[in-house]
């Protein structure tokens, strides 16, 4: 299992991530699904003005292309053969509540750990780092649990995550960032509750690489 989990953006270490991905050109599927809760057309005006994924990314040397899970409802094999032919998975931010129930709804959190065993790497940022986790309760704080979006089968709230690693991810933690107050009460949550966390800085990045500990590595100076 390979996990690149980032606080915000690609992180500070994105040649780790280039290496663990096999090098310059790997493709990379990203699921935008966190974002769904924005209206299409904002989110076309964001792309041509400020962030477009496609060339973010590409400027990092990644091959990439963008899908959206609820196009896999009920597809779950469909899925699992697009997904097959990446090296990367890349998961956005946004709101994490939205983005889990896109995976639950897919199927994508049934063929997630194949995905993983076959050496694809999970990786994400934000709500997509979140998402790996084993609870989603103390980012409550940071998300809104109860989003609505377009295209979903169902309102429920999934307090659980993909349990790809066994603790709370929390980013945006004493980071100059919108969240990073929000992040700061999800941590008191998480201490006052005893839940094991791993709070992240806006350029650190959790990484799991070939089944070993998940390590923290810190942001550049």
Known sequence: ????????????????????????GARMAIITNALDG??????????RNRFDPDEYFASYG???????????GGRQ???????????????????????????????FDQIIGDLLASGIVYGGWSAGACVAGDSLKAVGIMDEPHAEAAGYLSSE???EGLGLVPFTIVP??????????LAAK???WAVDQDIEFRSLRDGEVIVVEKNGPP???????
């Open 172 to 181: 945006h933690f004493e980071s100059d960032h919108a969240e990073a107050p």
């Open 157 to 159: 709230v999934i307090w």
């Open 1 to 24: 299992m390979n996990l690149y989990l980032s606080s915000y953006m690609i992180g500070d270490h994105v040649d780790r991530l280039r290496e663990m991905a096999g090098g310059r």
């Open 62 to 72: 990644f091959d990439p292309s963008l899908i959206d899970l609820r196009r896999y």
């Open 38 to 47: 924005i209206a299409a057309e904002a989110q076309l005006e964001f792309a």
């Open 77 to 107: 094999e469909a899925l699992r053969a697009l997904l097959q032919r990446h090296r990367v998975i890349w998961v956005l931010g946004g709101n994490t509540f939205l983005l889990r129930r896109a995976m639950c709804e897919s199927g």
């Open 215 to 221: 390590m923290v590595l810190p942001r550049a100076i």
């Open 186 to 188: 999800a941590v008191a």
